[in-house]
Every structure is written in structure tokens, then in C-alpha cells.
T-cell receptor, first 111, second 114 residues
């Protein structure tokens, strides 16, 4: 079955520290991959997406993600976290218009 | 990017009443829209796929008579929660599929059933 897994439910980092959020996918073929951010009570905002080509994808707000086929991963990274980055982050995979979401990772940023 | 709106953004209703939520693609046409439900501190769960001019396709376990979906035009899909009960309280999010197979999400509708 198609699925997306985010192993970390909750991550806390200090402001200014680097961040990596993990995402693994399980599909019969390589899906389109996405990272979304959701602030409390809000909808989803697309941070970045991977369809094909360059495996290092740049997104908004200083985020990037790297697609690694050998590891079935699409981890999200940011070199220096800001307090405003505190939110819920969702990884998603889509194949044939069937989009599946990971369970989400809640990011807390310490001052 | 493409914009998707939802109306209302939040609604409080009494148990037993019906609530309609609208999802509109503002600057593009969408033959396919999706409805998701999100429980507190949980991920999004796909409820159904809404296809313009035809019946919606519901995910397993979603009651189609409870959650009525109508996609009468290329820019509007509606979700009606019929005879709502407190357990239907949730955050409902729609998305619309562009011609380039990208999904754009609405801001969500918070439903509270008393």
C-alpha cells in the first residue's frame, strides 16, 4: 500500500540551530513529493515539491529537501531555524492524483 | 500560485442540523477537487474525490449519505454534513487539482457541532 511516514512526531530545536525533518515513502513507483507547513487553525502552505530532475529542491522560507531514491526519503532541512518556523510540517506523496500525507511533525523552537 | 477558498472559515451548529461548506478555485478551473478531514493534532485524512459533473468517489469508511458532495461547476465543490453530531466536529480542508496535476489547498473550515 502507498504510504508516507514521518518518524518524528515532535522535534524541538533552538532558534538559530539547523533542522532536519525526516520523511520516507513507500510506493510502487516514485511519487511526486511535497512538504507542507500548517500553522495552528490554518490551512496548508506548500514549502516545496519534487517531481523529477535535480534531487535537491529549494523551497520558500529558506527550506530545502533532498530526494534520495536509494533511501526512499525526502527529508526537509533548514540551516538556521527562526521562531516563526514553529508549526506542524507534513510530508506528502502523490501518484496518479492520489495524495497521501504523513502523520506530521510538530516543530517547537526554543528561544 | 493558484488560489482556493473555503467558506465559511468556521461554523458552529446544533446537533441534528446540516452544514454546507463551499470550496472554490478562484483563478483556475478544477475538474477534480478533494475533501480532507483533520482531527486535532492529526494528519489529513482523505474523505472523497469530487469530480465535476459526476458522483464523488468516497474513501472506505466515509459515509456518502452523511457527507454529501456536489461538484456542479468547474470552480465549485460543496460538502454538506447532514444531521451533524458532535463527533463530526473537525477541521475540513479541500483542495483543487490544476491541469498540471498540482493540488492547491483551501484554508480549511472549522466545524463545531454542539
Amino acid at each position: 500500500a502507498q504510504s508516507v511516514t514521518q518518524p518524528d512526531i515532535h522535534i524541538t530545536v533552538s532558534e538559530g540551530a539547523s533542522l532536519e525533518l525526516r520523511c520516507n515513502y513507500s510506493y510502487g513507483a516514485t511519487p511526486y513529493l511535497f512538504w507542507y507547513v500548517q500553522s495552528p487553525g490554518q490551512g496548508l502552505q506548500l514549502l516545496l515539491k519534487y517531481f523529477s530532475g535535480d534531487t535537491l529542491v529549494q523551497g520558500i522560507k529558506g527550506f530545502e529537501a533532498e530526494f534520495k531514491r536509494s533511501q526512499s526519503s525526502f527529508n526537509l532541512r533548514k540551516p538556521s531555524v527562526h521562531w516563526s518556523d514553529a508549526a506542524e510540517y507534513f510530508c506528502a506523496g502523490a501518484l496518479n492524483n492520489d495524495m497521501r500525507f504523513g502523520a506530521g511533525t510538530r516543530l517547537t523552537v526554543k528561544p | 500560485g493558484a488560489v482556493v477558498s473555503q467558506h465559511p472559515s468556521w461554523v458552529i451548529c446544533k446537533s441534528g442540523t446540516s452544514v454546507k461548506i463551499e470550496c472554490r478555485s478562484l483563478d483556475f478551473q478544477a475538474t477534480t477537487m478533494f475533501w480532507y478531514r483533520q482531527f486535532p493534532k492529526k494528519s489529513l485524512m482523505l474523505m472523497a474525490t469530487s469530480n465535476e459533473g459526476s458522483k464523488a468517489t468516497y474513501e472506505q469508511g466515509v459515509e456518502k449519505d452523511k457527507f454529501l458532495i456536489n461538484h456542479a461547476s468547474l470552480t465549485l465543490s460543496t460538502l454538506t454534513v447532514t444531521s451533524a453530531h458532535p463527533e463530526d466536529s473537525s477541521f475540513y480542508i479541500c483542495s483543487a487539482l490544476t491541469g498540471y496535476n498540482e493540488q492547491f489547498f483551501g484554508p480549511g473550515t472549522r466545524l463545531t457541532v454542539l
